[in-house]
């Protein structure tokens, strides 16, 4: 796996649809669900959504931002290749969607379960803004949202 260690070497940049494959090596849910993962980043590298952290020796990790969620920013998919969580790249890259959302407020969320994720959002600076149960039974999704003033 890349170096992630060293996030001076780390850049942030758009992803494109050649960097589909190198995704899908790094997601390990693109690796195990057959194509539906697989067909995503597909499309969203298509799209110009991704937005990559890339080292020297290739991607370790990416994010997705679109405008789907009421036309404001939504935060679809973070995934930081496994050998590299706990180094930054997460909040790299939450930090670069911050930075280029289009719209006054920018949502993502996750599942209860995900305290990880959680942890990360809120010590960047997104906060809680509400639950949706049904989604994953018996795991209820909690969305957050990033305003101007915490971005």
Avoid at 20 to 40: C, I, K, M, N, Y
Avoid at 52 to 57: E, F, G, K, M
Avoid at 85 to 98: P, Q
Wanted: one cysteine or more; a neutral charge; glycine letters at 10%.
């Amino acid at each position: 796996m890349n170096n992630v260690h060293d996030l001076r070497a780390l850049t942030i940049r758009a992803g494109t649809p050649a960097d589909a494959p190198a995704l899908v090596a790094l997601d390990p849910v693109a690796r195990s669900d057959g194509d539906e993962r697989r067909t995503h980043i597909q499309r969203w590298c298509r799209a110009g959504s991704i937005l990559l952290a890339d080292t020297p020796t290739g991607p370790a990790g990416y994010c997705v931002l679109e405008y789907t969620f009421f036309d404001q920013g939504f935060v679809t998919m973070l995934m930081v290749a496994e050998s590299g969580r706990g180094h930054g790249v997460g909040e790299k890259l939450l930090r670069a969607a911050m930075a280029s959302c289009l719209t006054g407020k920018l949502f993502t969320s996750t599942n209860l379960s995900n305290q990880p994720m959680q942890r990360l959002l809120q010590r960047v600076g997104w906060r809680s803004v509400g639950m949706v149960h049904g989604l994953d039974d018996g795991d209820p999704e909690v969305f957050y949202l990033c305003t101007p003033r915490t971005r």
